[in-house]
Nanobody, 119 residues
Framework: VQLQASGGGLVQAGGSLRLSCAASGSIFEINTMGWYRQAPGKQRELVAV???????NYADSVKGRFTISRDNAKNTVYLQMNSLKPEDTAVYYC??????????????WGQGTQVTVSS
């Protein structure tokens, strides 16, 4: 299974970006999909997650500004980021909790996409 993330870039504070992450390969079912981020010198942290049923959870720092969504038919998760702040600058990684055809669970990560917010 591969996760291909896209949509990062450079934006001014107050701007918006939309990240996408598509999962492909031997997938029977995807449970939770999510976005994490890692800023220089810091640990990777949760940004937002969404279950297959659409339940969501956000980090306090992004609530009200970021929206996570998914298209189950396309095995794709999105992160709409509005009102971006310089402190949102980080490499953003997508994650997927995948069941294979034998119902074994696997945890996959995308390659990361850089988001830089200038002040």
């Amino acid at each position: 299974v591969q996760l291909q993330a896209s949509g990062g870039g450079l934006v001014q504070a107050g701007g918006s970006l939309r990240l996408s992450c598509a999962a492909s390969g031997s997938i029977f079912e995807i449970n939770t999909m999510g976005w994490y981020r890692q800023a220089p010198g810091k640990q990777r942290e949760l940004v937002a997650v969404i279950t297959s049923g659409g339940s969501t959870n956000y980090a306090d720092s992004v609530k009200g500004r970021f929206t996570i969504s998914r298209d189950n038919a396309k095995n794709t998760v999105y992160l709409q980021m509005n009102s971006l702040k310089p402190e949102d600058t980080a490499v953003y990684y997508c994650n997927a909790d995948v069941y294979d055809s034998t119902w074994l669970r696997h945890d996959y990560w995308g390659q990361g996409t850089q988001v830089t917010v200038s002040s």
